[in-house]
């Protein structure tokens, strides 16, 4: 059985301070799960403190991208090695918004993502098509398209972590139904079928992203391809954020 996993995506967002304010408000709620996973994905500069506060703890440090280079003249990248020797244990690779802005490519995201995967760390890699591209009826297309470039090569895909983001719900407002959602985390999951085996495709995790919040979530969860979220906005706040992580739990309505 699939476990899991819950991803809150801070992207440029939270100082060290803030950092350090939102774990021990946060870190209480959550800490005891055994039944799902929890990655808080900071900003570099954050991502010391983010370890630091959670010793100890069952959630995990994740950051927002990583070069495929052990080192080099990059500047303004970071290496999968100097993530890992501070605690860091999952990265995002190939978010929308590193598509969008810094001219990420399919060629570019699988080249970080079996680097992620070579250093030792599980990338969350992401996929996901545009509005016009759904409007144009173009979503599957799209989406076999990224499991074949962005992620090939892959020995074994289980060890990594796909979220579906479709990019016109991230950050408008606007969320895929639950049905949406589990019709494109279905084919996805049956292009790894194709490439690889039925094995692989039921153990390979899928995240949706794309507007999560505390009210959505249950709903979302309830699909049977749907393994977690990755959220964004909605996993600043930490009572939000852990009303999300504990989606089908009594606990949820107290906090």
């Known amino acids: 059985m699939r476990k899991p996993i819950i ?8 100082t ?3 950092t350090r304010a939102f774990v021990r408000t946060f870190r209480p709620k959550v800490d005891n799960l055994k ?32 070069h495929w280079e052990e080192k080099g003249a990059y500047t303004g990248e970071v290496a999968v090695g100097m993530l890992k020797e501070i605690g860091v244990r999952y990265v995002v690779v190939g978010h929308s918004e590193r598509r969008q802005y810094f001219g990420e490519t399919d060629a570019t995201v699988n080249k970080r993502t079996l680097a992620v995967l070579a250093g030792g760390l599980t990338p969350i890699s992401c996929i996901g098509e545009t509005l016009q591209e759904r409007e144009s009826n173009q979503t599957f297309k799209v989406l076999e398209r990224q499991v074949r470039e962005s992620l090939k090569g892959l020995t074994s895909p289980a ?16 969320t895929a139904t639950p049905a949406q959602a589990e019709e ?17 495709a039921q153990a390979v995790r899928i995240l949706y992203g794309g507007s999560v919040k505390p009210d959505n979530m249950a709903s979302l ?21 852990a009303r999300i992580v504990l989606y089908d739990r009594q606990a949820a309505a107290a906090i």
């Open 184 to 200: 494109a985390h279905n084919f996805i999951r049956k292009e790894f079928a194709k490439l690889y085996t039925d094995a692989t």
């Open 7 to 14: 991803a809150g995506n801070w992207k440029m967002f939270k």
């Open 35 to 66: 039944d799902r996973e929890v990655v808080l994905c900071a900003p570099f500069t954050s991502l010391w403190a983010l370890v630091e506060e959670l010793k100890g703890s069952q959630v995990a440090v994740g950051a927002q991208n990583a």
């Open 159 to 174: 060890d990594g972590v796909i979220a579906y983001e479709p990019v016109w719900a991230i950050g408008t407002g606007k």
């Open 221 to 241: 969860m309830k699909q049977k391809d749907i393994d977690g979220g990755l959220v964004g906005g909605a996993s600043l706040e930490a009572d939000g954020f």
């Open 16 to 18: 060290a301070a803030e």
